[in-house]
């Protein structure tokens, strides 16, 4: 059965950083990529970043690029999303995402973080 378990949301001012983890198990970790999403009150999901640890591809959405680091922990079967320069704008539920690994659509979700952008 597959498990993805986020951790390191929390309350966090503006400008400040938080590190999110993505721990995955139950299934090959390497034959996939992981992605992080996440979900606005009111707003449709919206994919942040995405990794593919096989070849190292990295994707960012523009408006964290610069800001946000994906990296991979292949002997740990981990995925980290470091946020810094967090703006409030940032505040919504991360979901981490098992996904394909080409076209790299969504195949299972963890169970979210909250992350609150506020001074």
């Known amino acids: 059965e597959v498990h993805l378990v986020e951790s390191g949301g929390g309350l966090v001012r503006p400008g400040g950083s938080l590190r999110l983890s993505c721990v995955a198990s139950g299934f090959t970790f390497d034959d996939y990529a992981i992605g992080w999403f996440r979900e606005a009150p009111g707003k449709e999901r919206e994919g942040v970043s995405c990794?593919?640890?096989?070849?190292?591809?990295?994707w960012y959405a523009d408006s964290v690029n610069g800001r946000f680091t994906i990296s991979s922990d292949n002997a740990k079967n981990t995925v980290h999303l470091q946020m810094n320069n967090l703006k409030p704008e940032d505040t919504a539920v991360y979901y981490c995402?098992?996904?394909?690994?080409?076209?790299?659509?969504?195949?299972?979700w963890g169970q979210g973080t909250l992350v609150t952008v506020s001074s």
């Open positions: 995402a098992k996904l394909h690994n080409e076209g790299w659509a969504p195949l299972d």
């Open positions: 990794i593919r640890s096989s070849d190292g591809t990295i």
